[in-house]
């Protein structure tokens, strides 16, 4: 059974940067894409950012694009989401996701981390 492990949430001023990590431990880890999505208050949770095992495609939805980067360590079985330029509208919990292919860590992940707090104050 794999076990994702979110770290590096907090509070941060409008435009400061956090950098999250996810940590994956357990079952037979390799080969696979990993991504990053949130879940904001009385929202539905929402796709934010996933790169599959090398690192040659990755993927962000629109509204991150350009200030969010998502990067991975494979000799840690590690995932990253370095979040620069942080708005308010950017405060959710953010889960850790792994799958298969980046494809299907969009739509249909097959583990879920517990998630972290991200809260941006204007």
């Known amino acids: 059974q794999v076990q994702l492990v979110e770290s590096g949430g907090g509070l941060v001023q409008a435009g400061g940067s956090l950098r999250l990590s996810c940590a994956a431990s357990?079952?037979?880890?390799?080969?696979?894409?990993m991504g990053w999505f949130r879940q904001a208050p009385g929202k539905e949770r929402e796709f934010v950012a996933a790169i599959s095992w090398s690192g040659g495609s990755i993927l962000y939805t629109d509204s991150v694009k350009g200030r969010f980067t998502i990067s991975r360590d494979n000799a840690k079985n590690t995932v990253y989401l370095q979040m620069n330029s942080l708005k308010p509208e950017d405060t959710a919990v953010y889960y850790c996701a792994l799958a298969s292919a980046v494809r299907v860590v969009r739509t249909t992940p097959d583990y879920w981390g517990q998630g972290t707090q991200v809260t941006v104050s204007s």
């Open positions: 357990g079952g037979t880890l390799g080969g696979d894409a």
